[in-house]
């Protein structure tokens, strides 16, 4: 399983690992909330979530606890103060800037999307090689040339690129986003990509998604 260090309040030292699977959980928790809403559940507690969510209130626990929120006895959660617990923990209160590698029909999908916004992603632009697709992209965010990447990523300092390309670009794309200083790569390319061990990626492989979604609902003979 993998972890990932969490720094500590004040800059310092990394506090304890975090689990991928408690990261992939607060995510759920804040939607569950946000629908929630305050004004219906003021409050909320471990029992509750772990029953609506499917979870156990020990597992439930323990994933809160990394955002470093406390519950009050028989009362539980503030519901905002949690919400709000884990946007500031997951870094969405504090918005990320990235930019787009790749302007095919899965680039421009995600560079549509205006939901990435209430998770703190600001795509500021898109790049792409082919004349025909620059210009002007959705909500007018433009779709630049490839050579004007490595200025565009180090004058606004962006530290994530979204890699949407194709197979055989998807490595020379890592190495250009490495080389201009991008610290994170979220790579929806069907290819796994290396990186220096001081870069973070995140691969989205749809294939392998579509195959256990194909194979569970054969399993369940429909």
């Known amino acids: 399983m993998e972890h990932f260090p969490v720094e500590a309040a004040g800059g310092g030292e990394d506090r304890f690992p975090i689990p991928e699977p408690t990261l992939r959980r607060l995510p759920v928790y804040h939607n569950y909330l946000k629908n929630l809403g305050a004004v219906k559940c003021p409050s909320i507690s471990c029992t509750q979530i772990a029953q609506d969510l499917h979870l156990t209130p020990v597992q439930v626990r323990k994933d809160l606890a990394c955002t470093g929120i406390v519950g009050k006895p028989k009362t539980g959660y503030d519901t905002d103060a949690l919400r709000t617990a884990i946007e500031d923990f997951l870094g969405w209160n504090n918005p990320n800037e990235a930019l787009l ?9 995600l560079l549509s999307y205006e939901g990435f916004a209430s998770y703190g ?102």
């Open 121 to 222: 992603l600001d795509i500021v632009a898109g790049v792409d090689p082919d004349p025909a697709k620059q210009g002007s992209g959705p909500h007018d965010k433009k779709i630049l040339p490839l050579e004007k990447a490595a200025g565009l990523i180090r004058r606004m300092h962006i530290k994530i690129a979204i890699i949407a390309v194709p197979e055989a670009a998807a490595q020379a794309t890592a190495d250009l986003c490495v080389t201009c200083g991008i610290k994170a790569i979220w790579n929806f390319a069907p290819a796994k990509i290396t990186v220096p061990p001081d870069v973070t990626v995140q691969h989205e492989n749809l294939a392998s998604s579509l195959a256990v979604l194909s194979k569970k609902l054969s399993l369940r003979g429909e």
């Open 101 to 109: 590698f790749g302007a095919g029909h899965l680039g421009l999908a």
